[in-house]
């Protein structure tokens, strides 16, 4: 008998679908050459070239490319994933981080005055390199997904170097790239429980950077984003750490000069916060008066309208009746400022019950400071649509309590009047006070021998003053 016919049937069994994970069509020739020509793929797609010159290197380009097209679709095969990817983890992982990481290029031009959002409509330089890094992008993000990689497989790779280097390339200025590492860090961020710690850290110590050191970075937007998910998750009560970054962090960002580039995610991180723990909403409003805006208009609108929904969303009384002074006070300031939206978007918390509620509950705080400003606006102010909805603010205060606000109208003393005083009244003003101090100084000067006269820290011939704090050279002195 021959011994071949009979092990057809097995050799017919082993090229059908494989019911068997152990068998394998490939002889160890075959496999040898499968591995071979993977760790040659690797390695080609571990090579750098130069993606600047379209004219350069363009076989190897494209061969890198196809390459790369090969390892994503390995992926979605189970067992070269098992056979190939898996036992040379180590080598992909290195390939990624050598295409990924990297001195990112400036392709826009950094102006100091990016927060005017004057050049937002300008073309877009695409980075010549994101072509090549976007397969790259695909097939680490694939790679992460894929649920053949376990936990434990993978968090040897992702060491606190790898996460800060990764949280890096959050500055890039190519937004797809952003959106990529955003989606890669949320998916880590889920799969790799032992490192979320490490990852919030991380992302802590960039915003620190931006808050202290720096004026921009331009993922700023989507690691907030990534951070909202994780407050999401949150446990109530909240963790002492948790508490001591939204005082530190979340408040913090208020101050950064682009802070309108990324206020949506961080007014939704604040209410998230306020979510778990209505008492944060004390510090939150103490930030935000200590960070005011000033001659950023469009910064000072969005602070008014972050301010109207902490007060709308969870403060009580009781807690704030020691900021409610400030808070009227930045108000009628906001209410007499030169410019109109600052001013309508300011006269919008009256159209708030909640606030409405605040001002009657706090009727001897609110009635001396908002009642002469807003009367003396609703007589003399120069736009027309302003002064109409003056007018109509000026009803509303004054039906809540006709006989106190007859009390403050009348009132010319209070110390806000300078708010809605023009330029010669304000250099009247000024002028009597300085003929009082050199009154004074006359009167010390007949009674104190070898008495000088001190140096004011501003004066009409200059600028910026030589004795208020500020004198590091950059200072413009005018003669």
């Not at 889920?190 to 931006?210: C, H, N, S």
């Not at 960002?253 to 580039?261: A, G, P, R």
């Not at 708010?419 to 100084?441: I, M």
């Not at 010390?444 to 500020?470: C, L, M, R, S, W």
Request: proline share 5%; hydrophobic share 40%; with cysteine.
């Amino acid at each position: 008998m021959k011994p071949f016919p009979a092990r057809k049937p097995e050799v017919a069994m082993t090229k059908g679908t494989g019911a068997n994970p152990r068998t394998s069509n490939a002889t160890p020739t075959q496999s040898k050459d499968s591995k071979e020509a993977f760790l040659k793929k690797i390695n080609l797609c571990s090579q750098l070239l130069d993606f600047n010159d379209e004219k350069k290197n363009v076989a190897e380009k494209e061969e890198r490319l196809q390459c790369l097209n090969d390892l994503q679709e390995m992926i979605s095969n189970q067992n070269l994933m098992q056979s190939l990817i898996l036992p040379n983890l180590e080598l992909v992982i290195a390939m990624v981080k050598r295409n990924l990481f990297r001195p990112l290029p400036i392709v826009k031009k950094q102006g100091v005055s990016g927060e005017n959002g004057a050049n937002d409509d300008d073309e877009v330089i695409v980075d010549p390199s994101w072509p090549h890094l976007q397969p790259v992008y695909d097939f680490f993000l694939q790679l992460i997904i894929n649920d053949t990689i376990d936990m434990r497989s993978l968090k040897v790779h992702i060491t606190h170097k790898f996460i800060q280097e990764f949280l890096e390339l959050f500055d890039s200025e190519e937004p797809k790239e952003r959106e990529y590492l955003k989606n890669i860090l949320h998916r880590l961020y889920a799969k790799l429980v032992p490192r979320r710690k490490m990852i919030r850290k991380t992302m802590t110590d960039i915003f620190y950077t931006l808050i202290h050191e720096t004026y921009r970075f331009n993922g700023t937007s989507e690691l907030l984003d990534i951070l909202a998910a994780v407050i999401s998750g949150f446990a109530v009560p909240l963790r002492e750490e948790h508490v001591h970054f939204f005082k530190n962090v979340i408040i913090s960002l208020h101050k950064v000069q682009t802070c309108h580039k990324f206020h949506i995610e961080l007014l939704r991180c604040s209410m998230l916060f306020l979510s778990k723990d209505p008492n944060l909403s004390i510090p939150l409003i103490e930030g935000l008066l200590k960070y005011w805006p000033f001659a950023n208009y469009a910064k000072e609108t969005l602070f008014l309208s972050e301010l109207v929904d902490i007060l709308e969303v969870s403060c009580d009384m009781n807690q704030l009746e020691r900021l409610a002074p400030k808070i009227f006070k930045r108000l009628v300031k906001c209410i007499a400022s030169p410019h109109l939206q600052v001013s309508d978007r300011a006269m919008c918390f009256f159209e708030n019950d909640f606030f409405l509620n605040i001002i009657k509950y706090f009727k001897h705080i609110s009635f001396p400071i908002l009642v002469p400003i807003i009367q003396d606006l609703s007589q003399n102010h120069w736009h027309k649509l302003i002064l109409e909805s003056l007018t109509a603010l000026r009803n509303i205060i004054r039906d809540s309590d006709p006989a106190l606000f007859e009390k403050y109208a009348k009132d010319k003393s209070s110390p806000f009047l300078f708010l809605v005083k023009n330029p010669q009244q304000v250099s009247e003003s000024r002028k009597e006070a300085e003929a009082r101090w050199a009154s004074l100084e006359t009167q010390v000067k007949e009674q104190v021998a070898g008495f000088v006269t001190p140096k004011i820290p501003y004066a009409d011939d200059h600028i910026v003053g030589e004795f208020n704090g500020v004198n590091n050279g950059s200072v413009l002195y005018v003669d």
